[in-house]
């Protein structure tokens, strides 16, 4: 191998290596905005989490009312019957 191929050779590797450099330069920056993006998604998730949470523990409880409100009837409705 001559002077000049080998110099061509090492301008080549050279290129090359640059090339790969910069693909996993790009790699890291797409993976590095991928895990960003993951981590808003777990954040907005917790968040949501939490609101439902809270929304559950401020609900009324309609059937225990219900059952209340069933009670309260029959009771009138026997006082009624009974006064009569």
Do not use: N, Y
Not at 30 to 36: E, F, G, K, S
Request: a negative charge; hydrophobic letters at 45%.
């Amino acid at each position: 191998m001559s002077g000049i191929e080998a110099t061509g050779v090492a301008i080549e590797l050279e290129r090359l290596r640059r090339s790969v450099d910069v693909g996993f330069a790009t790699t890291r920056g797409d993976l590095a905005l991928l895990l960003q993006r993951a981590d808003q998604t777990d954040k907005t998730l917790s968040e949501h989490e939490d609101r439902l949470d809270a929304l559950e523990r401020a609900r009324w409880p309609l059937p225990s009312l219900a059952a209340a409100t069933s009670c309260a009837a029959l009771a009138v409705t026997l006082w009624q019957a009974g006064g009569r």
